[in-house]
């Protein structure tokens, strides 16, 4: 069954949560993100994908997964059927990307990577405390 919490959250509650708890999430980072962060860089650099595979696996198969080169990169996020591109880590970037270049493809595995059911859990505990305060829905 869907917790409570995840019911009466918003879209943008749960994006919110996801963003939130990626730039807290540094341990979750591969080693050369991990250092573009510590030397300055935007606290979402290198949580694309993962977040992309959190709000996924909550908002459902209605958003499927697209990529885009940008910066010499490639870069992950979403498209809804009703609610266009959602990029959750664009503010990243300082010139968003081009998604009319970007491309529809699957995630690399058919299941959450390790770090994306880490980022889960603490979306997920993020928006259960919310709940709590009675600050979402």
Known sequence: TTPDHLTRAT???IIAAATFA???SDDLLRPSFLRQ??????PLTGHCYTVSEVLRDILGAEYTPHTVR?????HWYLVGTSDGI?????????????YTA?????????????????LRARVML???YLDS???LG
């Open 11 to 13: 879209v943008g509650n």
């Open 22 to 24: 990626a730039m807290q």
């Open 37 to 42: 962060v510590e030397a300055g860089a935007h």
């Open 70 to 74: 940008h910066n010499g990169a490639v």
């Open 86 to 98: 959602l990029d959750a880590t664009s503010a990243q970037f300082d010139v968003a990307p081009d």
């Open 102 to 118: 970007g491309r529809g493809r699957g995630f690399l595995t058919s299941r959450l990577s390790k770090r994306a059911t880490a």
């Open 126 to 128: 993020r928006l259960s």
């Open 133 to 135: 305060l009675d600050l």
